[in-house]
């Protein structure tokens, strides 16, 4: 059974930087497409970030790409993928979520329907 666990969330002031991790366990991380995902309260889940099983391919939503700076990484030695996020906003306060794709997919999906584990999520919250 694979596990999911994100870490790295918290109360940030607006502008600030967080780098969230997410760890993986029980599986070969390397063969997974791994995605960051994020829900605020009240609303539906949405896709932040994707990465190729290289690493050599990332995906944004258009949403993060025009409201502040993301990056997502991964390094499959330690089974861990990234999400840098800088110039953070109120609204970008949610419960991150990080995600596998065990499929052995070349494809980056922004559907999370596509990911079959799933971690517990880190709060991340933005202060005005």
């Known amino acids: 059974q694979v596990q999911v666990e994100e870490s790295g969330g918290g109360l940030v002031q607006a502008g600030g930087s967080l780098r969230l991790s997410c760890a993986t366990s029980?599986?070969?991380?390397?063969?997974?497409?791994m995605g960051w995902f994020r829900q605020a309260p009240g609303k539906e889940r949405e896709f932040v970030a994707a990465?190729?099983?290289?690493?050599?391919?990332?995906?944004?939503a258009d949403s993060v790409k025009g409201r502040f700076t993301a990056s997502i990484s991964r390094d499959n030695a330690k089974n861990t993928v990234y999400l840098q996020m800088n110039s953070l906003r109120p609204e970008d306060t949610a419960v991150y979520y990080c995600?596998?794709?065990?499929?052995?997919?070349?494809?980056?999906?922004?559907?999370?329907?596509?990911?079959?584990?799933w971690g517990q999520g880190t709060q991340v919250t933005v202060s005005s």
């Open positions: 990465i190729s099983r290289s690493g050599g391919s990332t995906d944004y």
């Open positions: 029980g599986g070969t991380f390397s063969s997974y497409v």
């Open positions: 995600a596998a794709n065990s499929a052995r997919t070349w494809t980056i999906s922004r559907w999370a329907s596509e990911y079959d584990y």
